[in-house]
């Protein structure tokens, strides 16, 4: 497996992308306001009732270890965990993988870890396979 992106995901009822942007110190990636359609391929289907705000680690092409996304997310991580958002529903560090291998090992460092947990921050992993 490779990793194809690392991100920091946010998810609230209440905060503008401005708001979201200043708070992480960085521009989103990726944002869903709350009444996007829950599904791309469905824009007439149920709405999202939260907006989400999505960071990704700008890290050129599939990578078999974390550190370079974890390095590139640091700065980020160590700014959400000095200062607490208030109204956020969910937020996680999101490892993707495509699968291309039989089996996959990363390691988070201990800093990494502590940032996180300040961060408030759950690990979500996601693996794909080629067929989707």
Not at 60 to 77: F, K, N, T, W, Y
Not at 102 to 119: C, K, S
């Amino acid at each position: 497996m490779t990793i194809f992106r690392a991100s920091i995901n946010i998810a609230t009822t209440g905060h503008s992308l401005e708001q979201l942007n200043e708070y992480a110190g960085v521009e989103a990636s990726r944002w869903l306001p709350i009444g996007s359609p829950v599904h791309d391929f469905d824009p007439t289907g149920p709405a999202r009732e939260i907006s989400q705000w999505h960071y990704d680690a700008p890290v050129a092409g599939d990578s078999e270890i974390l550190e370079p996304h974890l390095v590139l997310l640091r700065p980020v991580l160590e700014r959400m965990a000095d200062a607490q958002l208030e109204g956020r529903v969910y937020g996680s560090l999101s490892v993707s993988l495509n699968s291309r291998h039989n089996a996959f090992v990363f390691e988070i460092e201990p800093r990494d870890t502590v940032l996180i947990a300040r961060a408030g921050l759950r690990i979500r992993i996601d693996a794909y396979t080629p067929e989707g």
